[in-house]
């Protein structure tokens, strides 16, 4: 059973681009959440998807933006980019009858911004 | 949200135990406590969470006193494969976000 997956692993952007990330849950998960984690700090929350919803957000600007897909999966997209926005992205998955708390993450896709 | 004070980092040899204390002194009664685990290059993975008392699995031991205003991940008898980063998370199994700190980053040394 494949635990959740990301693509691509490793990314590299200039500013004002745009970006698409990707993440497949693990499988029987319907929940996806993402986080920034900048290098040497702890991940942070971006948002939550479920039923191809966005249910929850965090503090960040209108340029964070996802989508949901009947599958489950998701993608996360970063318009306009700026040079702080260089950290690893990673995608967790939860099915809903579990505690919140214990989200399964995936290896994340690092992205650089020159 | 509770906030949470951990160490920044510790330091271990193999074989020894390793404890973690995480201050959270204004903990809500609907809280619960969670630790993940982080490699480098690796999303964080849940390791043990609690309520009260103590719980334990077959990765560690989770503390917390009867107050609440911390608690204490134990790591038995570590190897060099324990070094990694250690999260402590306080909140609500309603809210839906994880809230990460800094983390303490504990290197276990042969």
């Known amino acids: 059973d494949a635990g959740v997956t990301q693509s691509p692993t490793h990314l590299i952007k200039t500013r004002g681009q745009q970006v698409t990330l990707r993440c497949s849950p693990k499988?029987?998960?319907?929940?996806v959440s993402w986080y920034q984690q900048a290098l040497g700090q702890g991940p942070q929350f971006i948002f939550q998807?479920?039923?191809?919803?966005?249910?929850q957000r965090g503090n960040f600007p209108d340029r964070f933006s996802g989508h949901q897909f009947p599958n489950y999966s998701s993608e996360l997209n970063v318009n306009a980019l700026l040079l702080g926005d260089s950290a690893l992205y990673l995608c967790?998955?939860?099915?809903?009858?579990?505690?919140?708390?214990?989200?399964?993450f995936g290896p994340g896709t690092r992205l650089l911004v020159l | 949200l509770a906030k949470t004070t951990q160490p920044i980092s510790m330091d271990s040899y193999e074989g020894q135990e390793v404890n973690i204390t995480c201050s959270h002194n204004?903990?809500?009664?609907?809280?619960?406590i969670t630790w993940y685990q982080q490699f480098p290059s690796q999303g964080p993975r849940f390791i043990i969470q609690?309520?009260?008392t103590k719980v334990t699995n077959e990765v560690a031991s989770l503390f917390i006193p009867a107050d609440r205003k911390s608690s204490t991940l134990s790591l038995p008898r570590v190897s060099l494969s324990d070094t990694a980063v250690y999260y402590c998370?306080?909140?609500?199994?309603?809210?839906?976000?994880?809230?990460f700190g800094a983390g303490t980053t504990v290197t276990v040394r042969a």
């Open positions: 967790a998955s939860s099915p809903t009858e579990v505690q919140q708390e214990t989200q399964y």
């Open positions: 499988s029987g998960h319907d929940t």
């Open positions: 998807y479920y039923e191809e919803e966005e249910r």
């Open positions: 204004n903990i809500a009664t609907n809280d619960y």
């Open positions: 609690g309520y009260k």
């Open positions: 998370l306080v909140g609500d199994q309603r809210d839906y976000k994880l809230s």
